[in-house]
């Protein structure tokens, strides 16, 4: 298959590349830099995702490469925290990336993969696209639109044969958490452990990921705890609300708390 990744300098990105290159794809692999650290195999393009005007180069350059089967908006940042905490520019920051990147990829690849009559985009999201803890507004937010635009698509594009897939993780060790402003250290520190300490690496991640992608599984729950979340808030919406407001009562007590990072 021929693949773009998008984001895939570091973390899921680059652990993606290095799956689909490993069994034999033609990957091209894409971020801010001007070069990265790149298996030999794979083909390097710099992409801003928030750009038309780069997302047209490498479109025509993948083009003239021989076109695209599967392409993976993975580029993304965390960011937000608290409503209060979190101003309009970091808004627009995880706006321009979380959400406007994905659509302008969708929007640059949608029509060679209806012309071609097959295709399939997956998009990176989160487990904070389907449950919305409390301080994770704006993050969740962005998510929460990558989700909803990944079902739009699904049946907009299956009458032309092209297949969605919308991922949505826990949380996993990664470096996600560089990229985490410090508008609101609270809920960075928060999320920054959980994190960390999670069992799961990128590696293990991708693995999940590409199995899901080649089994064409639209809602793709790659983890246990991503996996019991939603169907704890499906199945059971007052044990799911109870926790998620039990998460909100800790936050205030760590902001009342002089103690507290805030």
């Not at 091209?28 to 083909?43: G, K, Q, R």
């Not at 321009?96 to 399939?120: I, Y």
């Not at 609300?241 to 800790?250: I, K, T, V």
Request: charged share 25%.
């Amino acid at each position: 298959m021929r693949v773009l990744v998008t984001g895939a300098a570091s973390g899921l990105g680059a652990a993606l590349v290095r799956r689909f290159a490993a069994r034999g794809d033609r990957v091209f692999a894409t971020d801010l830099a001007e070069s990265a650290d790149v298996p030999p195999e794979v083909e390097y393009r710099r992409l801003d995702v928030r750009s038309g005007e780069d997302w047209e180069a490498v479109g025509r350059d993948v083009g003239a490469s021989g076109g695209l089967e599967v392409l993976v908006n993975n580029a993304g940042i965390a960011g937000g925290g608290r409503i209060d905490r979190t101003d309009a520019d970091e808004w627009r920051r995880l706006l321009d990336v979380n959400v406007l990147g994905v659509a302008l990829g969708c929007r640059e690849f949608a029509p060679v993969f209806k012309q071609q009559g097959s295709g399939h985009v997956v998009n990176i999201a989160s487990l904070a696209g389907l449950v919305h803890p409390a301080g994770m507004s704006a993050y969740a937010a962005t998510k929460a639109a990558v989700v909803g635009m990944s079902e739009s698509l699904r049946h907009e594009l299956r009458p032309w044969g092209v297949d969605v897939s919308v991922v949505c993780p826990s949380f996993f060790r990664t470096n996600l958490a560089a990229s985490l402003t410090d508008g609101d250290p609270l809920m960075a520190s928060i999320s920054a452990k959980l994190i960390t300490k999670s069992p799961l690496d990128a590696d293990a991640m991708a693995v999940r990921v590409v199995d899901a992608v080649d089994r064409r599984v639209f809602l793709i729950l790659p983890d246990g705890p991503a996996q019991k979340a939603y169907w704890t808030k499906r199945s059971d919406p007052r044990a799911y609300d109870a926790e998620m407001l039990d998460a909100g009562r800790r936050i205030r007590a760590a902001e009342t708390d002089p103690t507290s990072r805030r």
